[in-house]
């Protein structure tokens, strides 16, 4: 019989699910990653609009609907590339920017044309990420946030990660994200931070 699920990710992106199963695994007692932290696909859960004007107000909006929804407690992430030169964009419409929502090619050749005439002391940036926890009785809400800083590449490197990763390369490394090994990316990206802070909340709430 398959294990009930514990804990839901409000995203289909399969990309953070696994990232997410990977930074708890062993880290929850009495929890299995692989069968009880599901993605909302596996529950049914909706597609959530993300009507903030903030990463974490789009953040908490997701995980307090797929919570009330699921019954489950729920975690969801607004995540997003912040480039200095134009302001602190793409933000919050980065998984949108070239106007198609997960069009990760359309997205990161828009970006690169857009910074085309930009040399690289002035292309720096930031993966940005706020992160949620909601229950479904409303009891429990908590945001935390994530930076990785780096400086944008000119053309895109490395097969691994999704998004913007293979254009970000991290401070202080000669490797783009998308070039890091899972394991590496985990312990440094946005997301890692914010996940790892929402930690202890998790560990509480699922005790």
């Known amino acids: 019989m398959a294990a009930t699920p514990r804990l839901v990710l409000a995203t289909h992106n399969q990309g953070k699910l696994r990232e997410l199963r990977e930074l708890l695994r062993g880290q929850v007692p009495g929890l299995d990653v692989d069968t009880q932290v599901v993605d909302a ?6 597609d959530v609009k993300e009507t903030g004007t903030t990463f974490a107000e789009n953040s908490l909006l997701k995980a307090r609907e797929v919570a009330r929804h699921t019954g489950l407690l729920a975690i969801a992430d607004d995540s997003g590339l912040a480039v200095d030169v134009l302001g602190g964009a793409p933000g919050i419409f980065s998984a949108r920017w070239s106007g198609t929502h997960g069009n990760d090619g359309a997205n990161l050749a828009l970006l690169l ?5 930009i ?3 002035h292309r720096g940036a930031g993966f ?7 229950s479904p009785d409303g009891s429990l809400e908590v945001v935390e946030h994530g ?3 780096g400086t944008l590449l000119a053309a ?4 691994g990660g999704f998004g913007y990763d293979p254009i970000l390369q991290p ?6 994200c998308a070039e890091l090994a899972p394991a590496e990316k985990n312990a440094i990206s946005h997301r890692g931070q914010a996940f790892r802070a929402l930690l202890p909340h998790i560990i509480s709430a699922l005790a």
């Open 41 to 46: 696909g596996a529950v049914g859960a909706p």
């Open 171 to 176: 401070l202080g490394m000669d490797r783009s």
């Open 156 to 159: 895109p490197r490395g097969e």
């Open 128 to 134: 940005v990420c706020a992160a949620a926890l909601a």
């Open 113 to 117: 044309a857009q910074l085309s005439d």
């Open 119 to 121: 040399d690289a002391d």
């Open 147 to 149: 930076e990785l800083r």
